[in-house]
């Protein structure tokens, strides 16, 4: 079964996250599928917006950090490590470099890395059982690459209390503090995406492609760059006995023990 699904549905085009079983965790082949659709989408016409949502109860619960255990085995584990975070820091550039406005329906809670794929969007729906966090640090990781865009979305203040806090915030509180930019009932959250998508379609493709690059490109100029420094950062923590113990803490169910 494919990682995803794309369907297009003019005016937009929809990536659904496919591993409901796993919460729609991000597998690297997942990740490499979700970049080649931004890549087809890109080039289909008839699609002015994309919505990205996900199957089952989940949008996205971060990183597959089974995989992430499982490397640790493998002898160029530091190495496949940085790949990895190189990886999904090519999507979040992919998605601030798209020409076409991308709509994030949060059909659940989007955690981590998936938190990560709702602030790389233009527009964040969310329905009332949503929520959002950066766990990262509970299991011995970094949010490298999620932190500057967070900060660029809502303010370094914001982003310092959820990032030193680690704690994953109920849609209300995601909505007042302007990560999510809509609350809409669970059942009307892609209707409600696509209509969304009929609003962007009014404007001339051109225009919302260079509005767009003036976002990402002037008043977010130096978000690549710490994207590309994130993902050292997140690449690194990985590395280190902190990690080890998180990710089988929480692969084990168990409070970790930090040294």
Request: with cysteine; hydrophobic share 45%; charged share 20%.
């Amino acid at each position: 079964m494919s990682a995803i699904q794309v369907k297009v549905h003019a005016p937009s085009g929809t990536i659904i996250l496919n591993r409901p079983e796993r919460r729609n965790a991000l597998s690297r082949e997942m990740l490499r599928q979700i970049i080649q659709a931004f890549h087809d989408l890109h080039q289909e016409k008839r699609v002015r917006a994309v919505i990205l949502t996900g199957a089952g109860s989940a949008f996205c619960a971060g990183m597959d950090l089974a995989e992430m255990q499982a490397t640790a085995k493998e002898p160029d584990a530091q190495a496949q490590w940085y790949n990895d975070s190189v990886l999904y820091s090519e999507l979040l550039e992919v998605m601030l470099r798209f020409p076409k406005p991308i709509i994030a329906a949060l059909n659940g809670p989007a955690i981590a890395g998936g938190m990560g794929l709702a602030l790389g969007s233009d527009l964040v729906l969310a329905s009332s059982s949503a929520s959002v966090g950066l766990p990262e640090p509970r299991r011995g990781l970094v949010a490298g690459m999620v932190s500057p865009l967070l900060a660029f979305r809502i303010g370094a203040g914001q982003a310092a209390r959820l990032l030193v806090t680690a704690r994953i915030i109920p849609v209300d509180e995601a909505l007042r503090i302007g990560i999510v930019h809509e609350v809409v009932g669970d059942d009307l959250i892609w209707a409600r995406a696509h209509e969304l998508a009929k609003e962007c379609a009014e404007s001339a493709p051109e225009a919302i492609q260079l509005t767009k690059r003036m976002l990402y490109d002037t008043i977010g100029e130096h978000l690549i760059t710490q994207l590309t420094s994130g993902a050292a950062i997140s690449a690194t923590a990985r590395t280190t006995e902190a990690a080890v113990e998180g990710l089988a803490a929480f692969l084990e169910k168990r409070p970790p023990k930090w040294q």
